[in-house]
């Protein structure tokens, strides 16, 4: 089983719509998570840091389910400029791990 | 607002030559990071240092890869000799501490031909 697993999609939203992404991972000891975003060709961007209790930036939501062992993000009002790969990363062990990521496309 | 530099942008190499990248961590931060990422993949971890201790480089290839940052600021990672499935992009990243989120620079793509 891999450490950290994502759905790649590709996931093609319309623009305004709703869309939520989860991740599993299988280090039940993992101390900490993120979410990044990556545009095509370019560095992943730190977008959040998932707490236990949740946490909102504008149209942002993640959550982390501790006893299922999964995150989530969920995108709201999605717009043009959302559309990126999503990677979701833990860290355990002090070693930051990456999935795959989930590819967004929004469409007009 | 502080970066991650990183050089160069871009590398084409022949195969069997030697290659190096360069890195300049955010002022301050401890920890740093070599990825490598392949087009389609998420990033991994090539090795991970914390001041100038190496404390995971478990992925490296060590018969060919070899990174050093000897003075705990910036960093290099060589190649040598560079083979046709190392092109890649090369992230470097760094962070205040193993368990806060980490800062990319823009990455080496690096083409072996």
């Known amino acids: 089983r891999k450490e950290v697993e994502q759905d790649p999609g590709p996931f093609n939203v319309p623009e305004g719509a709703t869309v939520a992404f989860n991740c599993t991972y299988s280090?039940?000891?993992?101390?900490?998570f993120f979410w990044y975003r990556q545009d095509c060709r370019k560095e992943p961007k730190l977008l959040m840091s998932v707490y236990s209790s949740g946490n909102e930036d504008g149209r942002f939501t993640a959550q982390l389910n501790r006893a299922s062992q999964y995150i989530s993000l969920l995108i709201r009002d999605s717009k043009l400029s959302d559309s990126a790969t999503y990677l979701c990363?833990?860290?355990?062990?002090?070693?930051?791990?990456f999935g795959t990521g989930t590819r967004l496309t929004i469409i007009p | 607002e502080a970066e991650v530099a990183q050089s160069p942008r871009y590398k084409i190499t022949e195969k069997s030559q030697a290659v190096a990248f360069w890195c300049d961590p955010i002022s301050g931060h401890a920890t740093l990071y070599w990825y490598r990422q392949i087009l389609g993949q998420g990033p991994e971890l090539l090795v991970q240092f914390q001041d100038e201790s190496v404390v995971d480089d478990s992925q490296l290839p060590k018969d060919r890869f070899s990174a050093e940052r000897l003075k705990g600021v910036d960093s290099t990672l060589k190649i040598q000799p560079a083979e046709l499935g190392d092109s890649a992009m090369y992230l470097c990243?760094?962070?205040?501490?193993?368990?806060?989120?980490?800062?990319f620079g823009q990455g080496t793509r690096l083409t072996v031909v």
């Open positions: 280090n039940s000891a993992s101390q900490s």
């Open positions: 990243a760094s962070s205040l501490g193993p368990l806060v989120g980490a800062f």
């Open positions: 990363v833990v860290n355990a062990d002090e070693k930051l791990t």
